[in-house]
Nanobody, 128 residues
Framework: QVQLVESGGGLVQAGGSLRLSCAAS????????MGWFRHAPGQAREFVAA????????RYADSVKGRFTISRDNAKNTVYLQMNDLKSEDTAVYYC?????????????????????WGTGTQVTVSS
């Protein structure tokens, strides 16, 4: 199990940028693929981005592709989500999550059901 704590959320104007961070506890951070999900009021939680344990493979939701970038620093036990050109529809609570890495796979899961450890979330509000 890994404990996750998100930070970096806040209020930003449309077109602006934010960088979310997710700090993980434990010494086995490199054993986990990491994902970012978001939950807007009245909507289901949705996948945003994911990255493999090595950082070699990333996946993005179509709605954020080209605007958001996921990265990780295994030495710092931290995963990041750089969000540029933010839009009002990006307003949501953002969660990071950890899934045990499948070292036999060259891809990363985008299904929230595969992620077993979750942070408590950080609010991102984009004003138009």
């Amino acid at each position: 199990q890994v404990q996750l704590v998100e930070s970096g959320g806040g209020l930003v104007q449309a077109g602006g940028s934010l960088r979310l961070s997710c700090a993980a506890s434990g010494r086995t951070f490199y054993s986990y693929d990491m994902g970012w999900f978001r939950h807007a009021p009245g909507q289901a939680r949705e996948f945003v981005a994911a990255i493999t344990w090595s950082g070699g493979v990333t996946r993005y939701a179509d709605s954020v592709k080209g605007r958001f970038t996921i990265s990780r620093d295994n030495a710092k036990n931290t995963v990041y989500l750089q969000m540029n050109d933010l839009k009002s529809e990006d307003t949501a609570v953002y969660y990071c999550a950890a899934a045990l890495a499948n070292f036999d796979s060259v891809d990363v899961t985008t299904s929230e059901h595969e992620y077993r450890d979750w942070g408590t979330g950080t609010q991102v509000t984009v004003s138009s």
